[in-house]
Protein backbone atom coordinates (compact mmCIF):
# COMPACT_ATOMS: atom_id res chain seq x y z
CA UNK A 1 0.00 0.00 0.00
CA UNK A 2 1.68 3.56 -1.00
CA UNK A 3 0.99 5.42 1.89
CA UNK A 4 3.27 8.67 2.77
CA UNK A 5 4.99 9.55 6.07
CA UNK A 6 2.98 12.20 6.69
CA UNK A 7 -0.63 10.06 5.71
CA UNK A 8 0.90 7.31 8.38
CA UNK A 9 1.20 10.15 10.89
CA UNK A 10 -2.20 11.40 10.39
CA UNK A 11 -3.99 7.79 10.27
CA UNK A 12 -4.62 8.08 13.83
CA UNK A 13 -5.82 11.92 13.99
CA UNK A 14 -8.17 11.40 10.93
CA UNK A 15 -9.55 8.23 12.20
CA UNK A 16 -10.62 9.89 15.37
CA UNK A 17 -11.89 13.10 13.41
CA UNK A 18 -13.77 10.42 10.89
CA UNK A 19 -15.55 8.72 13.85
CA UNK A 20 -16.37 12.04 15.18
CA UNK A 21 -18.01 13.18 11.89
CA UNK A 22 -20.21 10.34 12.45
CA UNK A 23 -21.78 11.69 15.69
CA UNK A 24 -22.67 15.54 13.82
CA UNK A 25 -23.44 16.25 10.42
CA UNK A 26 -20.86 15.64 8.10
CA UNK A 27 -20.93 18.87 6.52
CA UNK A 28 -20.99 20.53 10.13
CA UNK A 29 -17.95 18.58 11.18
CA UNK A 30 -16.17 19.05 7.71
CA UNK A 31 -16.49 23.17 7.95
CA UNK A 32 -15.50 23.09 11.28
CA UNK A 33 -11.65 21.25 10.74
CA UNK A 34 -11.81 23.35 7.99
CA UNK A 35 -10.77 26.31 9.81
CA UNK A 36 -7.81 24.80 12.04
CA UNK A 37 -4.28 25.09 9.95
CA UNK A 38 -2.76 21.88 9.28
CA UNK A 39 -5.82 19.66 9.06
CA UNK A 40 -6.23 20.43 5.18
CA UNK A 41 -5.16 16.47 4.44
CA UNK A 42 -7.47 14.79 7.49
CA UNK A 43 -10.63 17.23 5.96
CA UNK A 44 -10.10 15.52 2.54
CA UNK A 45 -9.55 12.03 3.64
CA UNK A 46 -12.84 12.70 5.70
CA UNK A 47 -14.72 13.66 2.66
CA UNK A 48 -13.16 11.08 0.78
CA UNK A 49 -13.98 8.55 2.85
CA UNK A 50 -17.58 8.40 1.94
CA UNK A 51 -16.26 7.65 -1.64
CA UNK A 52 -17.20 4.00 -2.74
CA UNK A 53 -13.84 2.08 -4.73
CA UNK A 54 -16.16 1.39 -7.90
CA UNK A 55 -17.07 5.32 -7.84
CA UNK A 56 -20.82 4.91 -6.70
CA UNK A 57 -20.65 7.02 -4.07
CA UNK A 58 -21.38 10.70 -3.76
CA UNK A 59 -18.48 12.20 -5.31
CA UNK A 60 -18.29 9.95 -8.02
CA UNK A 61 -14.66 9.58 -7.35
CA UNK A 62 -13.46 6.01 -8.13
CA UNK A 63 -10.34 3.97 -7.48
CA UNK A 64 -7.03 6.14 -6.92
CA UNK A 65 -8.62 8.96 -7.43
CA UNK A 66 -10.02 8.75 -3.63
CA UNK A 67 -6.99 9.67 -1.22
CA UNK A 68 -5.17 6.92 -0.01
CA UNK A 69 -6.66 7.87 4.04
CA UNK A 70 -10.18 8.08 2.14
CA UNK A 71 -9.70 4.77 1.28
CA UNK A 72 -8.08 3.29 4.40
CA UNK A 73 -10.59 5.36 6.89
CA UNK A 74 -13.93 3.00 5.99
CA UNK A 75 -12.26 -0.50 5.72
CA UNK A 76 -11.14 0.51 9.57
CA UNK A 77 -14.62 1.93 10.59
CA UNK A 78 -16.38 -1.02 9.00
CA UNK A 79 -14.06 -3.12 10.71
CA UNK A 80 -14.76 -1.07 14.08
CA UNK A 81 -18.49 -1.46 13.72
CA UNK A 82 -19.06 -4.85 12.64
CA UNK A 83 -16.67 -5.75 15.54
CA UNK A 84 -18.64 -4.07 17.96
CA UNK A 85 -21.97 -5.35 16.27
CA UNK A 86 -20.34 -9.19 16.59
CA UNK A 87 -18.86 -9.77 19.72
CA UNK A 88 -21.64 -11.93 21.02
CA UNK A 89 -20.75 -14.38 17.76
CA UNK A 90 -18.64 -17.47 17.72
CA UNK A 91 -15.91 -15.99 15.22
CA UNK A 92 -16.16 -12.20 15.53
CA UNK A 93 -12.87 -11.69 13.50
CA UNK A 94 -13.69 -14.18 10.66
CA UNK A 95 -17.12 -12.80 10.06
CA UNK A 96 -15.70 -9.16 10.35
CA UNK A 97 -13.08 -9.98 7.45
CA UNK A 98 -15.71 -11.96 5.36
CA UNK A 99 -17.76 -9.24 5.34
CA UNK A 100 -15.29 -6.32 4.32
CA UNK A 101 -14.08 -9.34 1.56
CA UNK A 102 -17.56 -9.12 0.27
CA UNK A 103 -17.08 -5.34 -0.42
CA UNK A 104 -13.87 -5.74 -2.02
CA UNK A 105 -13.60 -3.94 -5.34
CA UNK A 106 -17.11 -2.28 -4.94
CA UNK A 107 -17.13 -0.18 -1.64
CA UNK A 108 -13.64 -0.79 -0.51
CA UNK A 109 -9.82 -0.49 -2.40
CA UNK A 110 -9.01 -4.56 -2.69
CA UNK A 111 -5.29 -3.61 -1.76
CA UNK A 112 -6.56 -1.78 1.15
CA UNK A 113 -8.52 -4.85 2.34
CA UNK A 114 -5.46 -7.24 1.72
CA UNK A 115 -3.05 -5.02 3.80
CA UNK A 116 -6.12 -4.93 6.60
CA UNK A 117 -7.19 -8.09 6.45
CA UNK A 118 -2.99 -9.41 7.02
CA UNK A 119 -2.81 -7.48 10.02
CA UNK A 120 -5.74 -8.05 12.03
CA UNK A 121 -4.97 -11.79 11.40
CA UNK A 122 -1.17 -11.24 12.09
CA UNK A 123 -2.14 -9.86 15.84
CA UNK A 124 -5.57 -11.79 15.96
CA UNK A 125 -5.62 -12.76 19.46
CA UNK A 126 -4.56 -8.79 20.57
CA UNK A 127 -7.14 -7.17 18.36
CA UNK A 128 -10.16 -9.92 20.12
CA UNK A 129 -8.54 -8.91 23.46
CA UNK A 130 -8.77 -5.28 22.75
CA UNK A 131 -12.56 -5.68 21.55
CA UNK A 132 -13.63 -8.06 25.01
CA UNK A 133 -11.71 -5.43 27.10
CA UNK A 134 -13.74 -2.41 25.18
CA UNK A 135 -16.99 -4.59 25.80
CA UNK A 136 -16.35 -5.28 29.37
CA UNK A 137 -16.17 -1.26 29.59
CA UNK A 138 -19.42 -0.51 28.34
Known amino acids: LDITAVERELLPVASVLHALAFLVPEHDAVKFLEGIPGLELVVASIRDARARFNGTGPQGKRGKEISVLGRVLPV ?51 VAQLYRKEEAQR
Open 76 to 126: VSQFDRLMASLQHEAEPITQALGALDSERGAWFDPEVVEVFEQMVRSCQDA
